[in-house]
């Protein structure tokens, strides 16, 4: 580097600066660089065409060598398949007329081959029926699978209709307190300005869009994830209504069935009445059948009844009477008065003073008198229970 800045310096009569040296320097260390590195891609070059020479003389060395081992195999199967052909041509020469002879020598047996048929028959029939009666028993499984659902629509249709029935039998339900509510109706008033209807109760009629000016671009990939979670939570609510229409369905049937079984109670509950009722009023009717009769007769039934036996009683008497004087008309008519006794002063007896009633006269007209009133308690008693039977 010195004999260089000097022939330089001799040459060019002057001296270079510090960074004009560093630049020249510099220089030649990249002229150098570049240079090796030509060398050394011209050598990589060579290198690499020779490696693909030895590669292509290889290959090909290669392909010759299976290609004579492949040529060689094939000849070998050829010869083998030839061989074998040979053999096979050989062999049929050999067998040309054994047929004919077979079938000279082994005469077909008439009789067998008819048993054999008939055998044969009998069995394909036997196989013919077992098949016709599986293709029933499969017709008639099909049939069934197919009107499966049309049964069970028959029998829901049939339980609903008693349900309905049930439900129809029902009381019915309350009133809808909303039901009766008038909603006022407001005009439509016709838009004018679309600012005016800021704070109002009138609706426009049109839609009306802002135009969005902001716009950002929201992430598919956040789209989709909501996307999915909106679907599962609405694949949970499905489930959870579909839980909750079953257990109202469970509901509604229990329900159903407590009143089904209510109703039954209250039906065997009236016949149990009904039957009691029944069997007390044959008690009570046998009660009063025991009784007697004068305990419903009135108290003026009572009279008749008594007024009759003493008209009776004096009936019998007149008979009696005119038995032995042999009178006819009224004896009344012809009785004899007779005088009677004389009496005294000093014997005048309360008993004939008629102008006083005796005591035990009063005692038994009294006690008649409650006995009458008392007759015609326990009557309007009677009386009021049998009504009441009625």
């Known amino acids: ?14 001296h270079l600066s510090p960074n004009e040296e560093a630049l020249l320097i510099k220089e030649e260390h990249e002229r150098r660089r570049r240079l090796r590195i030509k060398q050394v891609r011209e050598q990589e070059r060579f290198i690499a065409v020779q490696i693909r020479e030895k590669v292509k003389q290889c290959r090909n060395e290669q392909l010759e060598r299976l290609a004579t081992e492949l040529k060689a195999e094939w000849q070998m199967a050829q010869g083998e398949k ?5 053999k096979l041509y050989l062999s049929s020469l050999k067998t040309v007329g054994e047929g004919h002879r077979q079938a000279q020598e082994n005469e077909p047996d008439l009789k067998m081959q008819s048993i054999r048929v008939a055998v044969n028959r009998e069995k394909a029939e036997k196989r013919h029926r077992e098949a016709l009666m599986e293709l029933k028993h499969q017709r008639e499984k099909d049939h069934e699978a197919q009107t499966r659902h049309i049964k069970t629509r028959k029998k829901v249709l049939l339980i609903e209709k008693q349900r309905a029935m049930t439900i129809a039998h029902l009381p019915p339900p309350p009133p809808n307190p909303f039901a009766d509510l008038e909603v006022p ?22 839609p009306c869009v802002n135009k969005e000016i ?5 992430s598919a990939q956040l789209i989709a994830e909501k996307e999915e979670k909106r679907l599962e939570e609405l694949n949970q609510e499905a489930d959870v209504e579909r839980h909750e229409q079953l257990e109202k369905a469970r509901l509604r049937g229990s329900h159903a069935l407590q009143l089904v079984h209510l109703t039954q109670d209250k039906e065997r509950l009236l016949k ?3 039957q009691m009722q029944l069997a007390d009023l044959t008690r009570r009717r046998q009660a009063v059948a025991q009784m007697p009769r004068q305990l419903f007769e009135p108290p003026y039934r009572r009279v008749e009844v008594k007024e009759d036996r003493q008209r009776e009683m004096e009936i019998a008497f007149e008979d009696m009477y005119a038995e032995g004087k042999k009178i006819k008309g009224d004896v009344v008519l012809r009785l004899e008065p007779e005088p009677l006794p004389t009496s005294s002063v000093e014997m005048q007896d309360d008993d004939l003073n008629l102008s006083v009633e005796p005591e035990e006269f009063q005692e038994d007209h009294s006690a008649k008198g409650g006995r009458d009133e008392s007759e015609m308690q326990h009557f309007k008693k009677a009386e009021g229970n049998r009504i009441l039977e009625m």
């Open 214 to 218: 902001t716009t950002k671009q929201i």
């Open 272 to 274: 149990e009445l009904e």
């Open 82 to 86: 030839t061989k074998c052909l040979e």
């Open 1 to 14: 580097m010195r004999k260089m800045k000097r022939k330089v310096a001799k040459l060019s009569g002057f």
């Open 185 to 206: 109706k407001y005009p439509t008033v016709k838009m004018y300005d679309i600012d005016s209807f800021s704070a109002t109760h009138y609706h426009l009629p049109e």
